[in-house]
């Protein structure tokens, strides 16, 4: 198994940043990609950014420019820097693994959400 926690959501006023964290434990054997969705009230889930192993990164093209993906392999962290935030950034946040622990087959893990406000 795979435990996810999250932190680093709350309120913030418009045009401020916040920095979320994701650090998964367990008996991982391989971390393939790592990324963060979002679920606003009314709406599906979306992805916001992910990162490979490699380093490779994809965003929702709402987010480009204003937020940023990272990861330390060393520490199994994910890390979702966003800056310039606009009320319409307003979620819930949740860390996606894509992860194999030792004698499973790789599988997607959720963690379990922190909100964002954005208002002022």
């Known amino acids: 198994q795979v435990q996810l926690v999250e932190s680093g959501g709350g309120l913030v006023q418009p045009g401020g940043s916040l920095k979320l964290s994701c650090t998964a434990s367990g008996s991982i054997f391989s971390i393939n990609v790592m990324g963060w969705y979002r679920q606003a009230p009314g709406k599906q889930r979306e992805l916001v950014a992910s990162?490979?192993?490699?380093?490779?990164?994809n965003y929702a093209d709402s987010v480009k420019g204003r937020f940023t993906i990272s990861r330390d392999n060393a520490k199994n962290t994910v890390y979702l820097q966003m800056n310039s935030l606009k009320p319409e950034d307003t979620a819930v946040y949740y860390c996606?693994?894509?992860?194999?622990?030792?004698?499973?087959?790789?599988?997607?893990?959720w963690g379990k959400g922190t909100l964002v406000t954005v208002s002022s």
């Open positions: 990162i490979t192993s490699g380093g490779n990164t």
């Open positions: 996606n693994l894509k992860a194999q622990v030792m004698g499973d087959i790789p599988r997607n893990y």
